[in-house]
Structures are given as C-alpha cells and as structure tokens.
C-alpha cells in the first residue's frame, strides 16, 4: 500500500494546471477582433482595388476614344474633324491636371503602344511626350523606393524618351540589382552609343541572362553599327572581356586577332573558351602555336577545345605535337580527341584496332571478288552482257551484283549450274598449275549438252523473222562465256615460263563450243560459202556423228575457227552414256576423221596433218580426269551436320566420281566426317564394282570386235554408239537409282525437255542426326539390297 | 455608297477601340464582339460583310469562330484572324479551316485597313 501511494503521488506532476476562465474568455475576444479586423482590412482593399480598377477602366473607356483621334488625326481633316480635335485637346488638358488622369492615360499609353505598330506607335510615343506624361516617370527616378525607380526607368525606355538618357545612364552601377539591370538595359536602347557607355562604365558582374538581353536589344535596332568591341578586350571587368568577346564573335570582328591570341594566357576559363572560339571561327592560324604553349596548363575543357581548334587549323607539322599528347596524356577524352585530330589534318593515321577481327585479311576478300566474279560471269551468260564495251568492268559487275532481280527464275537451274562449273573449272586449273602440269587439254565430260538443233529449227520455221535475234542473243551468251574462259586461260599461259606455239594455244580452246552460227550467213561475203545445214549442224555439237564430216570440211575451210576435238562430236545420246569412259570411245572415234578425208579425197593439208599428229600426242598425254561431283560444291558451304548427311547421300546417289571426292576427304580436317567418308568410300566402291566391271567387259569386247573385224569407219560410227546404247541401258535398268549422280539428273532432265526444271537440284532428304552405328546399318542394308 | 458591316472581334478593349475608330474612319460600319458569345449571338442576327477576329478569345477562340463560320453557318465570308507573334500553329490551323487572311500583333491600324479592303475587292 505504501508503495502505490507513492507511486500514485509521482503522477501528480502530470495533471492539468489551473487556468482562469476569465483569462480564457478575454483572450477569445482579443483574437475574434483580429481576426474581424483583418477581414474588413481586406474587404476594404479589396472593395478599393476593385473601384480603382472599375474607375480606371471607365476612365480609359473615356480616354480610349481621345487617344484614337489624335492618333489618327490628318492636316487634311475636314472642319468637323479639326474642330472635334481642338474640343478634345481642351478637355484633355483639363484631364491631366488631375494625377488619376495621368496615370490612366499613361497606362493607357503603354498598353496600346505594345500593340500597335509602326506610325501609331511613333504617334503614341510623340503623343505621351506632347502630353508631358515623361516628367512623371523621371519624377519616379528621384525617389527612394528602388520599384519606383526601376518603374520610372522603363516607362522611360517603353516610350523612348531619349530625353531621359541622362538621367538613367546614371544608375548603370546602381548598388540594387533590379535598377542597375533595368538602367544597363535603358541605357543601350536609348541610344546606339549606349553599348560603349555601358562597357566603359559598368563596374559590376553582367550576368548570362542580361547579356542576352543586351544582345537581343542590339539584335533589334535596325540601323545599328556596332563598335569595335576588342577595344573592352582589355577591360578590368572580366564580364566586360566576356561579353565584349562574345559580341566580336557575334558580329564577325576579325580585327581582334592579337588580342584573341593573348586571351589564351587569361587565367579565367571563360574567357579562354569563347577567346578559342573566336580562333576558331575567324581561322587565326597564328594562335596555333600559343594554343599548343597553353595547352599543358588547360583544363580538359579547354584541351578539348585546343584539340578541335588545331584539327580544324593544323597542318602535318602539328602532327607531332598531337602524338606527343596521345603517348603522354592520361584522359581519354583528350587522348581520343588528339587522335580524331590527326585524322582530320592527316585522314586514315590511325584506323580502328579494338574489336577487329585480325584473322580476317585481304585473301578473303578475294575469294569473295572471285565469287562475285563468277556471278557476275552468270549475269553475263544471262543476256546481262553490256552493250557498250567501253563501260569500266568494275560497274557492270556492280551493275549486275546491285541487281540480283536478274536471276530469272526460269534460267536459275542453269545459272546454279554455271556457277558450279565455272569453280570446278578454276579448281582443276589450280590442281593443274599445282602439279606443273602442262595444259594442253582440258576434260570437259562435264559439260552440259547443249542439244538445240531440234528447236532452232522449230523456231526458225515458225518464225524465220525473229531468228536473226534469237541468234544474236545466243551469241551474246557464247561470247560472254569465252571472254570468261580465255581470261582463265590466259592466265595459265602467262603463268607459264614455257613457250607455247600457236597450235597448242589454239588447241587450248578446243574445248570451246563450236561458234559458228548462224551469223557465218550475214558474212558470206568476207567467208566463204557455207550450206546452212552445215552451220545449223555445227551450232549443236554431237547430235549426229555423221557432222564430223561437215565439220571437218568447214575445219578445212576455216582453220582459224576453235573445233571441238574429235570425240566431242560424237552423239550425246543420253548423259549417262556420254559419262561411261569417254577415253575409250574416243580412240575408237579418232581414225574416223581420216578416213573421211580420205573419202572425200582431199587433200590434206601439212599443217592439218600436222595438226592432227600432235592433238593424237596430246590426247595420249591427257591426265585423267576423276569427274566433278555435285557434292563438293555442296560441301564447300555447309557445316559438320549436313556434312555428314551429305554423305549418306552420296551412298545412296554417288557413283565414280564421287569416288575420288570422297578419297579427298579422307584429309578432311573434321575426324567425324572423315571417318564417315571412309566408311562410305568402302560401301560405294562396294556398290560400284559390278558396274564397273561390266563396263570394262564391254570395253574389252568393242576392243576385241574392232580389232578382229576391223570396220570401215562408217560401221565404227553406227555400231560404237549403239554398244554404248545398250550396255548403258542395261546398267541403268538394274540399278537406275542408285547410280544416276544427280548431275546426270540434271542434264537428262535437259535432253529429255523436261519441264520441270524446278526438280532439278531437289535433293530429297531431311537433316536429322543420325548416329553413325546407324548410319552403318543402312549402309549394310544397302549392301545386301 | 454603302458602307461595308464589319464584324471586329477583340477582347481588348483598347485595342479594339483603336482598330474600331480606325476603321470606322476608313469606311466600315464597325460591330465590336468582345467575346466568342457576342460574336455567335450578331452572327445569328446579322451577317456582316467581313470578318476580322482575334485568335485568342474568351469562351470563343477565333479558331473556333472560323470553324463555325464555314461549317454551321456555310458561309464564305471573308475572314481575318489577329494573332500574336509566335502562335504560327494557330495560324496554320487558322488556314486549313478557311481563314482568308492573317495578321500579326502589334497591328498596323492602317495595314489592316488595306488588308480589309482587299479582302472585300476579291469578293
């Protein structure tokens, strides 16, 4: 109990003191009486600001009109118009004895001059010094409150009273900002002197925003010629020599260069950029060499400054300056900008380093021009060949590159497979540059057939009129193609040391399509004469054997025209027979030509005879040709996955010649698909043995046949091509699908007129991972099958 | 000869006692609107020859005013809009609504007296 009394007795200390409530009472009184008080204060304000403003507006509605007719009064007013304005002069006069009056008026006065323009303005300001209302406002400049005087200062300077320049220009160093600012800005719009005054006077700091003001008043007098402001360059005022540099930079003053150039050692920032700036734009090349003395001292501002000044006035003797702050100078700003400064004097010093790929050379480049070359080969084939030979190659190959909308589809296959022949035909040169080899012939089994005869004629009945077109066309598209070809081969003969004589560089070209067409009709005048049938026969090589012996005439006749050798005259049949050793063939073929010269009982020439000795040597030194596999263009370009696919493909479709391209992957780089091409290898070795077999049995049998019964040249001709007919018929009866290389496919779908042009590189397969365990089982199945 | 009805729309009084005794002097037959409802209520009971009208209006911008003209009213009546400097996106949309002519504060009594008088020559 003791306890809680006292804790009881602590709480005392807390509880509310005793106030008396008469104190309460009159305290309530006292503020309910401000309170009331300071509401009537501002009713009574506000009732008398509101009066004011009503009275002044009646007042004004009342002068309004006063104004406007002497504003617009006229000498040649009528006598009405003269007597009403004496009347209203009077009571204007009457108007101003009170100070109310000259308050509107004058508000009056200033409202309508910021609205009106031109000679009603000049009116009012006439009329506002007429009325004498300026002695008011220089009145205000007397008094002590510095909002009356800053007032009086721009009612003065609104209504142009130059009369009050005097008055005003005294408190340009005015110790209250607001009047000194206001009087500043009087003293330079009175009068156009009024900028020297200022600038000579001023004591005080010109802040950012006044010397815009300042500026703006300049920009506005329309008669205005600006001092020579580098004479307040060497004002003690810092903000004088700032706005004095920024006013010479502004107005073009070009005569301050000396000047600009000392203000470079001005220890102030400021005035040290905008004296850079002034360098800069008027060009002053001898502060170069004061910006580079500065430089070391500057801050990196103005170093960055410096650098943009020398990059735009420097020359290559800077240049060694610049370095020097590149190896020295820590900031990469600065760094940076010394480097974009040597560029600019001396473009391409420095180029790019980081983020380069430095794998990436110039060779790449090339196979990239090469590349672009063969497509532009293409564009060429493809009637894109310029008109005009004068035309630099460069821009008919951007020409035809920039265009790609000239790959018709209808001619895509063809071009694809132009594509694809033209990098075979560079990568067997190179092999054969490689090995030293002398190019004296040039295989070409996997040449397309081009068999046309058929439809020229077709067409040249059909319409004989169009024909002369046509022709022109296809001769475009033989002309373009031999360019490509004689620029290849000229660069194997200039690569070669040997000296090589006329015959054999003719010979090099033998692989050439026959070019006599039919244009040899429009020159029978210079050529001699030659039967159409003759030309129509020669313009599609091998449709029948018997041409051999027209062509030989016309190669009589025409020894400087390219003849195909003799066994690329045989008859095409179908694309897989002309495949089927082709060498055999033609040695059988080869007497032929000799007969029929013999036939005919013409007289050989040395030269042929000749001629005919050497290309016999020749085709004997010929190297073997392992065929172009369609594959390898397709390796060239994809990864390891589709590598491998592609080679499942190659079981399936390859025959001899991917042979040997799969005995060139066998050095492939990737393990797996080597690997893979080795197994493959086996399994297409294993699949082609019968066929190559019954190949060689065919060959030994034509061999024996025309060794025992020895047939005149004619029989050779029908028999050879039917043996081949029927051996490669038989082969492809049996195995038709596995054997047909899709290059095959593609030429028989030409011979055979296929519409169907779109199926030709359709290779019917989905990318999918196999493993190889797998692969091996299909290919075992394959086997077996 | 008849005077021309002039319609002055202008919520300055000052001004638009100025303009109004200018042209008045120059031979109109001044109306003075002080804001966009005067200008409808005279609109309904009369229709002046010519318009002359301030961009910026109480209740009824001038804008507003063009639009009502040539789409409520389809009247082709010659329009000219006072616009203060720098407001020259009113000014274009002043145009595509069908404003005849334009002229800028501080105003010319006089030039817009000659610009009036062409107005009503074109008509």
Same mark, same amino acid.
């Given at each position: 109990?003791?306890?809680?009394?006292?804790?009881?007795?602590?709480?005392?200390?807390?509880?509310?003191?005793?106030?008396?409530?008469?104190?309460?009472?009159?305290?309530?009184?006292?503020?309910?009486?401000?309170?009331?008080?300071?509401?009537?204060?501002?009713?009574?304000?506000?009732?008398?600001?509101?009066?004011?403003?009503?009275?002044?507006?009646?007042?004004?509605?009342?002068?309004?009109?006063?104004?406007?007719?002497?504003?617009?009064?006229?000498?040649?007013?009528?006598?009405?118009?003269?007597?009403?304005?004496?009347?209203?002069?009077?009571?204007?006069?009457?108007?101003?004895?009170?100070?109310?009056?000259?308050?509107?008026?004058?508000?009056?006065?200033?409202?309508?001059?910021?609205?009106?323009?031109?000679?009603?303005?000049?009116?009012?300001?006439?009329?506002?010094?007429?009325?004498?209302?300026?002695?008011?406002?220089?009145?205000?400049?007397?008094?002590?409150?510095?909002?009356?005087?800053?007032?009086?200062?721009?009612?003065?300077?609104?209504?142009?009273?130059?009369?009050?320049?005097?008055?005003?220009?005294?408190?340009?160093?005015?110790?209250?900002?607001?009047?000194?600012?206001?009087?500043?800005?009087?003293?330079?719009?009175?009068?156009?002197?009024?900028?020297?005054?200022?600038?000579?006077?001023?004591?005080?700091?010109?802040?950012?925003?006044?010397?815009?003001?300042?500026?703006?008043?300049?920009?506005?007098?329309?008669?205005?010629?600006?001092?020579?402001?580098?004479?307040?360059?060497?004002?003690?005022?810092?903000?004088?020599?700032?706005?004095?540099?920024?006013?010479?930079?502004?107005?073009?003053?070009?005569?301050?260069?000396?000047?600009?150039?000392?203000?470079?050692?001005?220890?102030?920032?400021?005035?040290?950029?905008?004296?850079?700036?002034?360098?800069?734009?008027?060009?002053?090349?001898?502060?170069?060499?004061?910006?580079?003395?500065?430089?070391?001292?500057?801050?990196?501002?103005?170093?960055?400054?410096?650098?943009?000044?020398?990059?735009?006035?420097?020359?290559?003797?800077?240049?060694?300056?610049?370095?020097?702050?590149?190896?020295?100078?820590?900031?990469?700003?600065?760094?940076?900008?010394?480097?974009?400064?040597?560029?600019?004097?001396?473009?391409?010093?420095?180029?790019?380093?980081?983020?380069?790929?430095?794998?990436?050379?110039?060779?790449?480049?090339?196979?990239?021009?090469?590349?672009?070359?063969?497509?532009?080969?293409?564009?060429?084939?493809?009637?894109?060949?310029?008109?005009?030979?004068?035309?630099?190659?460069?821009?008919?190959?951007?020409?035809?590159?920039?265009?790609?909308?000239?790959?018709?589809?209808?001619?895509?296959?063809?071009?694809?497979?132009?594509?694809?022949?033209?990098?075979?035909?560079?990568?067997?040169?190179?092999?054969?540059?490689?090995?030293?080899?002398?190019?004296?012939?040039?295989?070409?089994?996997?040449?397309?057939?081009?068999?046309?005869?058929?439809?020229?004629?077709?067409?040249?009945?059909?319409?004989?009129?169009?024909?002369?077109?046509?022709?022109?066309?296809?001769?475009?598209?033989?002309?373009?193609?031999?360019?490509?070809?004689?620029?290849?081969?000229?660069?194997?003969?200039?690569?070669?040391?040997?000296?090589?004589?006329?015959?054999?560089?003719?010979?090099?070209?033998?692989?050439?399509?026959?070019?006599?067409?039919?244009?040899?009709?429009?020159?029978?005048?210079?050529?001699?004469?030659?039967?159409?049938?003759?030309?129509?026969?020669?313009?599609?090589?091998?449709?029948?054997?018997?041409?051999?012996?027209?062509?030989?005439?016309?190669?009589?006749?025409?020894?400087?025209?390219?003849?195909?050798?003799?066994?690329?005259?045989?008859?095409?049949?179908?694309?897989?027979?002309?495949?089927?050793?082709?060498?055999?063939?033609?040695?059988?073929?080869?007497?032929?030509?000799?007969?029929?010269?013999?036939?005919?009982?013409?007289?050989?020439?040395?030269?042929?005879?000749?001629?005919?000795?050497?290309?016999?040597?020749?085709?004997?030194?010929?190297?073997?040709?392992?065929?172009?596999?369609?594959?390898?263009?397709?390796?060239?370009?994809?990864?390891?996955?589709?590598?491998?696919?592609?080679?499942?493909?190659?079981?399936?479709?390859?025959?001899?010649?991917?042979?040997?391209?799969?005995?060139?992957?066998?050095?492939?780089?990737?393990?797996?698909?080597?690997?893979?091409?080795?197994?493959?290898?086996?399994?297409?070795?294993?699949?082609?043995?019968?066929?190559?077999?019954?190949?060689?049995?065919?060959?030994?049998?034509?061999?024996?046949?025309?060794?025992?019964?020895?047939?005149?040249?004619?029989?050779?001709?029908?028999?050879?091509?039917?043996?081949?007919?029927?051996?490669?018929?038989?082969?492809?009866?049996?195995?038709?699908?596995?054997?047909?290389?899709?290059?095959?496919?593609?030429?028989?779908?030409?011979?055979?007129?296929?519409?169907?042009?779109?199926?030709?590189?359709?290779?019917?397969?989905?990318?999918?991972?196999?493993?190889?365990?797998?692969?091996?089982?299909?290919?075992?199945?394959?086997?077996?099958? | 000869?008849?005077?021309?009805?002039?319609?002055?729309?202008?919520?300055?009084?000052?001004?638009?006692?100025?303009?109004?005794?200018?042209?008045?002097?120059?031979?109109?037959?001044?109306?003075?609107?002080?804001?966009?409802?005067?200008?409808?209520?005279?609109?309904?009971?009369?229709?002046?020859?010519?318009?002359?009208? &301030?961009?910026?209006?109480?209740?009824? #911008?001038?804008? +507003? /005013?063009?639009?009502? *003209?040539?789409? %409520? !009213?389809?009247?082709?009546?010659?329009?000219?809009?006072?616009?203060?400097?720098?407001?020259?996106?009113?000014?274009?949309?002043?145009?595509?609504?069908?404003?005849? &002519?334009?002229?800028?504060?501080?105003? #010319?009594?006089? +030039? /817009?007296?000659?610009? *009036?008088?062409? %107005? !009503?020559?074109?008509?």
């Amino acid at each position: 109990m003791k306890i809680i009394s006292q804790t009881y007795q602590g709480i005392k200390l807390f509880s509310a003191p005793k106030i008396p409530t008469d104190l309460l009472w009159d305290l309530t009184i006292v503020f309910s009486g401000l309170g009331f008080l300071f509401l009537l204060f501002v009713f009574i304000f506000r009732n008398r600001l509101s009066n004011k403003a009503i009275k002044v507006a009646r007042q004004k509605k009342i002068l309004a009109p006063i104004i406007s007719n002497f504003l617009f009064y006229e000498n040649d007013a009528t006598k009405d118009e003269s007597y009403e304005y004496i009347n209203l002069k009077v009571e204007m006069r009457e108007l101003l004895k009170t100070p109310f009056n000259r308050l509107v008026l004058t508000e009056v006065l200033l409202d309508l001059q910021k609205d009106l323009s031109g000679d009603s303005r000049n009116r009012i300001f006439q009329l506002y010094q007429d009325l004498e209302l300026h002695l008011d406002a220089i009145k205000k400049l007397r008094s002590w409150r510095w909002e009356l005087v800053s007032k009086g200062i721009l009612e003065l300077t609104q209504m142009r009273v130059l009369a009050a320049y005097g008055f005003i220009k005294k408190f340009i160093n005015d110790k209250r900002g607001v009047v000194r600012k206001q009087a500043q800005i009087a003293t330079v719009t009175l009068k156009h002197e009024g900028i020297s005054y200022f600038l000579d006077t001023t004591r005080y700091g010109i802040s950012e925003w006044q010397q815009l003001k300042l500026l703006d008043v300049l920009n506005s007098f329309e008669d205005f010629t600006p001092p020579r402001f580098k004479a307040w360059l060497t004002s003690r005022n810092r903000d004088v020599v700032l706005f004095a540099l920024r006013l010479i930079r502004h107005y073009n003053q070009t005569d301050a260069n000396k000047a600009l150039i000392e203000l470079l050692k001005h220890k102030n920032d400021q005035i040290k950029s905008e004296a850079i700036l002034c360098i800069k734009d008027f060009g002053v090349f001898e502060a170069l060499n004061m910006l580079k003395s500065v430089f070391r001292m500057c801050s990196v501002d103005i170093k960055l400054q410096i650098l943009d000044v020398i990059s735009s006035l420097g020359k290559e003797e800077d240049i060694e300056f610049l370095e020097s702050i590149k190896k020295k100078e820590s900031n990469f700003l600065v760094n940076s900008k010394a480097i974009s400064a040597i560029n600019a004097i001396k473009p391409d010093t420095y180029v790019p380093t980081e983020g380069i790929d430095k794998t990436i050379t110039m060779k790449n480049i090339e196979s990239d021009k090469q590349v672009n070359s063969s497509q532009f080969s293409e564009a060429m084939n493809n009637n894109e060949l310029p008109q005009d030979d004068s035309s630099p190659v460069s821009d008919q190959k951007e020409n035809s590159l920039s265009n790609p909308d000239y790959l018709d589809p209808e001619f895509e296959d063809e071009l694809i497979f132009d594509l694809c022949f033209m990098e075979e035909l560079e990568d067997i040169l190179s092999d054969y540059k490689e090995e030293d080899q002398e190019v004296d012939y040039l295989p070409l089994d996997f040449l397309p057939v081009v068999s046309e005869q058929d439809e020229l004629k077709a067409a040249e009945a059909a319409n004989p009129v169009k024909k002369q077109g046509v022709e022109s066309d296809e001769k475009l598209e033989e002309e373009s193609f031999r360019v490509e070809l004689e620029a290849i081969l000229d660069n194997i003969r200039s690569h070669e040391e040997n000296d090589i004589n006329d015959y054999q560089e003719d010979t090099e070209l033998e692989f050439l399509p026959i070019v006599v067409d039919i244009d040899m009709e429009d020159n029978s005048g210079e050529m001699p004469e030659i039967h159409e049938e003759d030309v129509l026969s020669l313009e599609v090589f091998g449709e029948e054997l018997n041409v051999q012996n027209k062509a030989a005439l016309l190669y009589d006749k025409f020894p400087e025209v390219d003849l195909l050798p003799g066994e690329e005259m045989e008859k095409p049949e179908t694309a897989d027979q002309k495949s089927i050793d082709w060498m055999t063939f033609k040695k059988d073929a080869e007497p032929i030509d000799d007969d029929v010269h013999a036939e005919n009982n013409e007289p050989e020439p040395d030269d042929y005879a000749e001629n005919r000795r050497r290309d016999e040597e020749n085709l004997n030194n010929v190297p073997e040709f392992k065929g172009f596999s369609i594959f390898q263009e397709l390796f060239r370009t994809c990864d390891r996955e589709s590598k491998l696919i592609l080679l499942d493909e190659i079981l399936a479709v390859g025959d001899e010649k991917e042979v040997h391209f799969l005995k060139t992957l066998l050095n492939d780089a990737d393990k797996k698909v080597r690997t893979k091409a080795e197994i493959i290898l086996k399994e297409l070795q294993a699949l082609l043995t019968p066929e190559i077999e019954v190949r060689e049995t065919v060959n030994q049998t034509i061999i024996n046949e025309s060794d025992t019964e020895q047939p005149g040249p004619d029989e050779v001709i029908q028999s050879v091509p039917n043996q081949i007919n029927k051996i490669s018929t038989s082969i492809m009866d049996k195995e038709e699908d596995i054997l047909k290389s899709l290059e095959f496919c593609f030429l028989h779908d030409f011979e055979s007129d296929d519409d169907n042009h779109a199926s030709l590189f359709e290779v019917d397969f989905e990318l999918e991972e196999t493993p190889i365990e797998e692969i091996e089982d299909n290919l075992k199945t394959n086997k077996k099958r | 000869m008849v005077k021309k009805n002039l319609l002055l729309a202008e919520d300055d009084e000052l001004l638009a006692s100025l303009l109004d005794y200018r042209l008045q002097k120059g031979g109109y037959n001044v109306h003075w609107a002080s804001d966009g409802r005067d200008v409808k209520e005279y609109l309904k009971l009369a229709t002046p020859d010519i318009i002359v009208s &301030d961009i910026m209006m109480p209740y009824f #911008s001038g804008i +507003e /005013l063009i639009d009502y *003209v040539r789409n %409520e !009213l389809n009247s082709k009546i010659p329009i000219i809009i006072i616009s203060s400097a720098g407001n020259e996106e009113n000014v274009l949309s002043a145009f595509e609504l069908g404003a005849n &002519d334009f002229i800028s504060k501080p105003v #010319s009594p006089s +030039e /817009l007296l000659v610009r *009036v008088g062409r %107005e !009503l020559i074109k008509q």
